[in-house]
């Protein structure tokens, strides 16, 4: 923290001095495990008056260590005075940089930055990073053990739904029985226009004294109207070859009083023993 205090320091007084380009650097932290990330930032203050802010380029390489985001870039400007802080964040993740003993201390490639003033003329500065020390997670010996000592949690942690397993299960269930019953419906009409559409190919099928005698059958579970109508239509077939019975099939329909069931049911019977003989 001192060493970047006086940095900043410096810069701020190279600037006052009348430099249109300086920068400083930091890392943070400066003695990282392997894999821990590293936040590594460039400050550049720009004289906006000489070097416009939208000029400069930053070219920035961490020999061994990968880079695992960035660069993000802020701006503060104040007055004639911008500063362009980049940060990115790295890590040591690869055997370039791993320490062969308890540490290694790396010496990173410096940054550098270049810009074109306003006055057309080319500026490049380079600027140093602080050293950074690498140690590792287990020493030799713990990892020359049959089972290295594991420092963090190896159980898988519990999973997480965006929607709960249960709530699904049972928004499937009530679907499959919606689906069920619209299925069972289906079905049901189905054998329902079926059977219609046998009953009526067997009528369409019949002769017109079988549709009558069918209709009088039917007819004695009905009113007197209806059977009435059902015996004027099974005389009215009968009229010729059958007279006798299509007469008697008439006076029973256009008698004073109503025809009874069982009067139907015996000319219904009439006439079908008159059939068979």
Do not use: Q
Not at 114 to 129: I, K, L, P, Q
Not at 210 to 222: I, K, N
Request: proline content about 7%; charged content about 25%; overall charge positive.
């Amino acid at each position: 923290m001192a060493a970047m205090i006086a940095l900043l320091s410096l810069a701020a007084a190279v600037l006052a001095a009348g430099a249109p380009l300086t920068a400083s650097t930091s890392l943070e932290p400066t003695s990282p495990r392997f894999a821990d990330r590293i936040v590594a930032t460039a400050t550049v203050v720009v004289d906006t008056s000489v070097v416009g802010p939208d000029d400069v380029r930053v070219v920035a390489a961490f020999g061994p260590l990968d880079v695992v985001a960035g660069p993000s870039v802020t701006r503060d400007a104040d007055g004639a005075r911008e500063e362009l802080r980049y940060h990115w964040e790295v890590a040591c993740l690869s055997g370039d940089c791993v320490p062969t003993g308890g540490a290694r201390t790396l010496r990173l490639p410096p940054l550098r930055v270049s810009a074109t003033a306003r006055d057309g003329t080319r500026r490049v500065s380079t600027f140093h990073w602080p050293a950074v020390t690498i140690s590792g997670r287990v020493t030799r010996a713990e990892a020359g053990k049959p089972v290295p000592p594991f420092r963090r949690e190896t159980d898988l942690p519990p999973p997480a739904y965006r929607v709960s397993p249960r709530g699904v299960a049972t928004a499937l269930d009530a679907i499959a029985a919606v689906l069920l019953v619209v299925a069972a419906l289906v079905g049901v009409r189905g054998v329902l226009r079926a059977r219609r559409r046998r009953a009526a190919e067997r009528f369409a099928r019949l002769t017109p004294l079988e549709r009558a005698l069918l209709y009088a059958r039917e007819a004695v579970r009905r009113d007197a109207a209806d059977r009435r109508r059902a015996l004027g239509l099974l005389g009215r077939v009968l009229t010729g070859a059958e007279s006798a019975l299509g007469d008697g099939a008439s006076n029973l329909a256009w008698s004073a009083s109503d025809p009874s069931p069982e009067e139907v049911a015996a000319m219904v019977g009439e006439v079908e023993r008159g059939r068979s003989t």
